[in-house]
């Protein structure tokens, strides 16, 4: 089936430094890509739609500039959270939709998430 | 707008018993519902989903869901619990015209002891 892969698993980052995370989708392409956040014990967040080829489309309270999302290309998106502060600490979860041709098994694919912790 | 509650934090039961997670959801349309598991530090897996069809829906691991239209629910059931599937589990929900954007439940975290 289709796979989505996140890179890195773990990061650990020093306060006011950027950090880049990289969503793959494996063996089909995605115009589209999903960036969630998720808090211990919580459900998880919509933060942004990552479109290929033009801007992502954030959800209300989420800053622009603080979590800027680029779709590269159809197979790969990245969010970078700039400025890191210890409130960043979370985990980030991204995914995909089902291509079409498998559009009857499920509506998305998640990534297996990326732990951040800001010191 | 489309919204999905799990009105329990955590479900406890012992191994062997049967296991039921709750899920409520509200929509305008027509839903279609999923549920999710998550295992520490790890993304979603999907195990079942309703779209149209049959009320009772079969998933992964012997999972199982069971559509009521009337009370707007689609509870998740196994008939024996295995201390494996100890995890967190999301409802989430889409109207079938919202494109591929999910909502999902506050998530309840399942205890099987053994």
């Known amino acids: 089936g289709a796979v989505v892969s996140q890179h890195p698993s773990w990061v650990i980052c020093k306060s006011g430094t950027s950090v880049k995370i990289e969503c793959r989708s494996l063996?089909?392409?995605?115009?589209?890509m999903f960036w969630y956040r998720q808090f211990p014990k919580q459900s998880l967040m919509l933060m942004a739609t990552?479109?290929?080829?033009?801007?992502?489309?954030?959800e209300q309270g989420v800053e622009k500039d603080k979590f800027l999302i680029n779709h590269a290309s159809l197979t790969l998106s990245t969010l970078t959270v700039t400025s890191a502060h210890p409130e960043d600490s979370s985990f980030y979860i991204c995914?995909?939709?089902?291509?079409?041709?498998?559009?009857?098994?499920?509506?998305?694919?998640f990534g297996p998430g990326t732990r951040l912790l800001v010191l | 707008a489309q919204s999905v509650a799990q009105p329990e934090d955590q479900v406890n039961v012992a191994e062997g018993n049967p296991l039921t997670v709750k899920c409520t959801y509200s929509v305008s349309g027509n839903p279609y519902l999923f549920w999710y598991v998550q295992y520490p530090n790890r993304g979603l897996q999907f195990l079942l989903k309703y779209i149209t069809g049959d009320n009772l829906v079969k998933g992964s691991y012997g999972f199982e869901a069971e559509f009521n239209k009337s009370q707007t629910s689609f509870h998740l059931k196994k008939p024996s619990a295995l201390v494996s599937d100890s995890a967190l589990y999301f409802c989430a929900v889409r109207e079938n015209n919202a494109g591929n954007m999910l909502t999902f439940g506050g998530g309840t975290r399942l205890m099987v002891k053994p």
């Open positions: 990552s479109n290929e080829g033009s801007k992502a489309t954030y």
């Open positions: 063996d089909f392409q995605a115009t589209t």
């Open positions: 995914s995909a939709p089902s291509p079409l041709v498998l559009a009857v098994q499920e509506t998305q694919y």
